[in-house]
């Protein structure tokens, strides 16, 4: 954000002025011909100390490394020992809230308790599992018939990609 004052001793004719970038950016659909700016989602990670056990820090890399290739902006990781007896699942959807978080990506399923996926949670956000590397999506596809469900049960249907509209 700028913030310009101007001062006392412009002479009455003064117009102001005026930034012009070159060559620097450009928006989306102008001609300019410069880099484009543009918005990456925010992703966070999800494991369980339990689950994961000595695996953790691979477990930690491969939701990384995940998120990176899918074009998150990776904000964190959230890791819930059940030994503290908090809600794990109200500390996530809290979090996802905080940070306007699109994906919660976790290593599996067994990850969430039953070793489902809340429904609850992909009402808020998508949630990718690295291994098998699935999106339970909570949007609807273009068409309107959505080849996935958000949240009627405990687990929605795979979004595989474009072939399943």
Known sequence: MFELQGTDDEPEDYEGFYLQFHDFFALDGHEDGGAVMRYKPTALGYVRTDTCGISQLWDESQIRKLAARLGY?????????PATERPALARLKAQATRLDAEAVIVPSQAHFEG???????????????????????????????????????????????????
């Open 73 to 81: 902006d990776f904000s964190g990781m959230i890791v819930y020992d």
């Open 115 to 165: 070793g489902e996926i809340p429904g609850s949670l992909v009402q808020q956000v998508d949630v990718i599992t690295v291994s098998p590397e699935e999106t339970y999506a909570r949007r609807a596809s273009i068409s309107g018939d959505s080849p996935f469900t958000a949240g009627s049960s405990s687990q929605g249907r795979v979004w595989r990609g474009p072939s399943d509209l």
